[in-house]
């Protein structure tokens, strides 16, 4: 009986026990309970002004589970719980939908969800009130609904941009991942001809930000067209294309993301008019003009190098149309992941008239970044670009001259950063790129040319790249690396004309002719580099490098290069550097080069120029930016080309009878390029001019390159507000070099009638019409409840001038007397090109 009773005895206070753990949260303090929870391994997290010691559990939990029992004690008090990086948190909760909005911002180390501790956190418009519920994680409660700008920074680490948008009644969570900074001597500027058009505001004397980018009033809103503002760029506004220093448009590299682009244009067959590359996908355009650092190569004259867009908001979108294109692109950001999509259709098609082509066009770009650990950053990338063109010049059927095109160019590559410590770093790059090309033209102007062209060709490329950092004690930034590529190409090439009346005139042209030849070249490209950026002093930072390159599918018995460079920096004052480039710089055939269309099957030696630049910039009373430089460039093993001496406009130009090749032993540019500009606030305005000369050394003489422009001059302004942008944009230049041609009588046939030659005169010899064009654009923008709507206006060649091309000969004869002339009419560039289109951002 004892025993029993005993037994009752327990069992009663276990039950009482029991009834004790149910009925023990009402009435106790709520900040108690969660920190018990928290002690029990929990990752709650709070505000004491938040949940303060007077908030009482108001009633008992139905919920078992630890996180639903918190969430259930916290409603009554108008406070919920939000799951984000690994933290259970606390915060404010609104289900009425209320006038304002919550922002919660969790700050992280890059690749981890290690909090960062005592953030710098700076907010436009400015906010108050933040309460740190742990560290590294902050609330603003009650925030007036609107835009707000981030930055945060702290000691060590690089800081990082966040536009954060709050709606009426909702909690905003941003995660923010800090990255380790680099060493200050990694951060120092020290190429001479560097140029920065960013996509963010910079304290860069040479920077371009986001607006401007969008707002400059260049066709189709190109990047690359950007480029044609710099001083010593040469272009002729119908191409997207640039001559940099009096270089050739091939000796300009193109990378994204590290990856070196594989031909990059749309409607690459006629004029190349446009890039593969949205502006609006990228953060931004680093542009060399010159003088640029061993790690790059394999390009005599300049580099574009862009990186895709580093996303503000977790996730933002933009839907846009206008005359040149339809566009969709998506971004986004978390603590450990990034990624940006963009798809654009060209519309030329769609606005122009159908007799005159069918130029259809699109490009799909994508990347996704990920933190695969602290130290360790994966990005995985894709570009496609697929042409379908047909471009017609001469609607008569009588004189019908049209060229169909073909295009696939598909592009992947993944880049894997490293952090090994603090002081080394590395990059690999792993690439691929199938490119298609395929090509039908045709001529049937029988009283001119009869002809027509096949052209296929095809390239299979895969590469690799590795570089390395090593900064030491801050004195001294060691870089090397190597880059393998191999390449498959294969050419199938055809080509038949007849030529009539004054074609058949030209030396050769007397009689029809054909080719057909076919290549197979496939091989690889090397190349190692060594550089050593060296701070000899405060103000002195020195930069020695060489590099080594070499080329298997050219069959040239012995063709490595070694290209030697150094640079020299000096601070004179706080406000005034001395920047000093020497170097060499070689350019190889690329394998898909072959000069096929014109009869050549082999490839050509490397090319070698020698770059000489010395300048100074200075910032005067902290808003003018001034920059004075000298260039020399002198070339050597020049690699023969092919141009049409009066119609660069031809579809099929190899055809044209006055196609011609080019022999030059060597070729010099020099010049002198001074630029300024002003950024005050919402006004901005930028000047340039350039003095330079670009010849050829043809036969023992000198020869005017066919964009040598003496006097070349840039400027433009903009304003811009919280509704309305505006700018406008001018260029002028000395008119390019042409070339007279002369009928000469080159004595009698068997009638005795006299019988004529067409002679050119000496190449180059006279020049065009002054070159000018004044461009307009204006956009305004309504901020809708959750969205922005952007609509723009903009006008390329204002002033509609007809802006000389080229010579266009011809014989006329007179429809009274039969009485043949001869004739020399003008050709001209872009007319007046007005554009609309509109922007949704959300």
Request: charged residues 25%; aromatic residues 10%; hydrophobic residues 40%.
């Amino acid at each position: 009986m004892r025993t029993i009773l005993v037994l009752l005895l327990l069992l009663t206070a276990v039950s009482y026990a029991a009834e004790g753990d149910v009925m023990r949260y009402a009435g106790r303090p709520v900040a108690q309970v969660i920190d018990e929870f928290r002690a029990a391994g929990y990752p709650f997290a709070y505000s004491s002004s938040l949940v303060t010691a007077d908030l009482r559990v108001e009633s008992e939990p139905l919920a078992d589970d630890p996180v639903d029992i918190v969430r259930e004690l916290l409603k009554p008090h108008r406070l919920t719980i939000r799951e984000q990086g690994g933290l259970l948190l606390v915060v404010r909760f609104d289900a009425s939908g209320g006038s304002n909005g919550n922002i919660l911002l969790v700050v992280t180390n890059k690749g981890s969800d290690r909090p960062v501790d005592r953030p710098e956190l700076t907010v436009n418009p400015r906010l108050y009130g933040a309460h740190e519920l742990t560290p590294g994680v902050f609330e603003f409660s009650n925030v007036t609904p609107g835009s707000y700008e981030f930055e945060v920074a702290a000691a060590g680490r690089e800081p990082v941009r966040r536009i954060v948008d709050v709606w009426p009644g909702e909690t905003t969570v941003v995660s923010v991942g800090l990255a380790l900074a680099p060493a200050e001597i990694e951060t120092i500027a020290v190429s001479a001809s560097r140029y920065e058009i960013l996509r963010d505001l910079a304290t860069s004397r040479f920077v371009l930000d986001q607006r401007s980018i969008q707002n400059m009033p260049d066709i189709g809103e190109d990047p690359i067209r950007v480029t044609q503002r710099l001083p010593g760029a040469a272009a002729s506004g119908a191409s997207a294309k640039t001559h940099f220093r009096g270089g050739e448009e091939s000796e300009i590299g193109i990378l994204l993301n590290g990856h070196s682009l594989f031909d990059p244009f749309h409607v690459r067959d006629y004029q190349s008019i446009f890039s593969v590359v949205d502006a609006r996908a990228i953060e931004g355009v680093e542009v060399y003009t010159g003088g640029f650092p061993v790690r790059f190569g394999d390009r005599m004259s300049g580099l574009v190098l862009m990186e895709s867009l580093d996303a503000l908001q977790p996730r933002h979108t933009e839907i846009g149309i206008s005359i040149f294109s339809t566009s969709l692109l998506t971004a986004g950001s978390s603590a450990d992941r990034r990624w940006v999509v963009s798809a654009r259709r060209g519309n030329l098609d769609l606005v122009i008239d159908k007799s005159f082509g069918q130029p259809k066009y699109y490009d799909v770009f994508g990347e996704v970044e990920f933190d695969v650990s602290a130290n360790t950053t994966l990005s995985l990338n894709a570009l496609l670009a697929d042409d379908q063109v047909q471009v017609v010049i001469e609607t008569d059927p009588d004189e019908i001259e049209q060229v169909t095109s073909r295009t696939k160019n598909a592009q992947f590559w993944l880049q894997l950063e490293n952090r090994w410590s603090g002081e080394l770093k590395s990059k690999t790059v792993l690439s691929a790129v199938s490119f298609d090309n395929l090509r039908n033209g045709s001529l049937n102007d029988y009283a001119k040319i009869v002809g027509a062209v096949y052209d296929e060709r095809a390239v299979q490329q895969f590469g690799f790249r590795q570089d390395f950092s090593w900064t030491r004690a801050d004195s001294h930034l060691l870089q090397w690396g190597l880059q393998a590529n191999y390449s498959d190409a294969s050419y199938e090439y055809r080509n038949r004309a007849e030529y009539f009346s004054l074609q058949a005139l030209y030396p050769g042209r007397d009689e029809p002719s054909s080719l057909e030849l076919s290549a197979s070249p496939e091989g690889a490209n090397y190349s190692l580099y060594f550089s050593d950026r060296w701070k000899v002093s405060p103000r002195t930072v020195f930069e020695w490098g060489l590099r080594w390159d070499d080329q298997t599918y050219t069959d040239l018995p012995s063709d490595a290069q070694l290209s030697p460079r150094i640079t020299l920096m000096h601070g004179i004052t706080a406000k005034t550097e001395l920047r000093f480039s020497l170097g060499r710089y070689h350019q190889a055939q690329g394998v898909n080069d072959l000069q096929i269309e014109d009869g050549i099957t082999n490839f050509w030696p490397a090319q070698k120029a020698d770059h000489l630049i010395a300048g100074i910039q200075t910032l005067i009373q902290d808003k003018y930016a001034l920059r004075i430089e000298a260039f020399y460039k002198d070339i050597s093993d020049v690699r023969p080309r092919f141009e049409n001496l009066y119609n660069p406009l031809g579809v099929i130009p190899e055809l044209q009878p006055d196609r011609v090749r080019l022999d030059p032993s060597a070729a010099q540019s020099t010049g002198v390029e001074i630029s300024i500009d002003r950024s005050d606030g919402p006004r901005n305005w930028w000047a340039s001019y350039t003095l330079s000369k670009a010849t050829d050394r043809i036969d023992g003489s000198d020869q005017l390159r066919s964009w040598d422009q003496r006097h070349a001059g840039q400027a433009g302004i903009s304003w811009s507000g919280d509704k309305w942008d505006v700018a406008f944009a001018a260029s002028v230049h000395t008119g390019w070099p042409a070339t007279l041609l002369s009928l000469v009588e080159d004595g009698v046939d068997e009638d005795g009638e006299p019988v004529f030659v067409a002679v050119p005169g000496p190449r180059n010899e006279v020049r065009l019409e002054t070159f000018a064009s004044v461009d307009f654009r204006v956009s305004r923008k309504w901020h809708l409840e959750r969205s922005t709507l952007t609509a723009f206006f903009e006008v390329s060649n204002l002033a509609n001038r007809n802006n000389e091309c080229c010579y266009d000969y011809d014989i006329e004869e007179d429809e009274v007397t039969g009485e043949e002339t001869f004739e020399r009419g003008l050709d001209f560039w872009l007319p007046l090109l007005p554009a609309v289109g509109i922007l949704w951002e959300f």
